[in-house]
């Protein structure tokens, strides 16, 4: 079955710098991905959706690639902020071409740092 | 914007006892999804529900859970005795089709 992992240390990093994410999944690629936020005791916020035939995708301050032949996301946030400081998860369809539900890795936290 | 709705933000229960955990998806949705949380750990799948049937379920979600779609607009998740280990945080969330799914604030499940 599909497994995917997140860097489970914080990532602790300078206001304004970028900050890089990484989203490796083992098994098949799936026909897209997708980069939520997630703050304490609250619900996932769609960030970004990136899909099999994209290399990267863009909005605002964040980037997203996808390399299937590393099977491995990246997500970059640029110009960081303290108010960017929440963890960031990777989730992805169970199956290729799959469209129903969404298997979510365990997420980084990311803190920045005034 | 349209976001998806849950009540009760928080629920405390006995051991045993019957929960309802409800849920309003963004009204031009077809799919909806229930997913929980458990302290510390990541989110996991439970159901999915499309054109009123479930359309795949978790091997956690055995005989003792239940949705409904019981007016149009609401969408519940019941739990008919609740175990300890049932305690987490539950989203309810829906999508048009795209592949991404909007989520709800969730409820906060305490069973005591």
């Known amino acids: 079955s599909q497994k995917i992992e997140q860097n489970s240390e914080a990532l602790n990093i300078q206001e304004g710098k970028t900050a890089t994410l990484t989203c490796n999944y083992t098994n098949y690629s799936p026909a897209y991905l997708q980069w939520y936020r997630q703050d304490p005791g609250r619900g996932p916020v769609f960030l970004l959706l990136i899909r099999e035939n994209e290399k990267e995708k863009r909005k605002e301050r964040l980037k997203v690639t996808f390399d299937t032949t590393l099977k491995q996301s990246l997500f970059h946030i640029t110009a960081s902020q303290p108010a960017d400081s929440a963890t960031y998860l990777c989730?992805?369809?169970?199956?290729?071409?799959?469209?129903?539900?969404?298997?979510f890795g365990a997420g980084t936290r990311l803190a920045v740092h005034p | 914007e349209p976001e998806v709705t849950q009540t009760p933000s928080h629920q405390v229960t006995q051991m045993g006892q019957e929960v309802i955990l409800r849920c309003v998806p963004i009204s031009n949705h077809l799919y909806f999804y229930w997913y929980r949380q458990i302290l510390g750990q990541k989110v996991e799948f439970l159901v999915s529900f499309y054109n009123n049937e479930i359309s795949e379920k978790s091997e956690i979600f055995d005989d003792q859970f239940s949705v409904e779609r019981p007016d149009g607009s609401n969408f519940t998740l019941k739990i008919r005795s609740t175990k300890l280990e049932d305690s987490a945080m539950y989203f309810c969330a829906s999508s048009e089709g795209s592949g991404v799914q909007f989520f709800g604030p969730g409820t906060r499940l305490t069973v005591l």
């Open positions: 989730a992805l369809p169970p199956r290729p071409g799959g469209y129903n539900k969404l298997i």
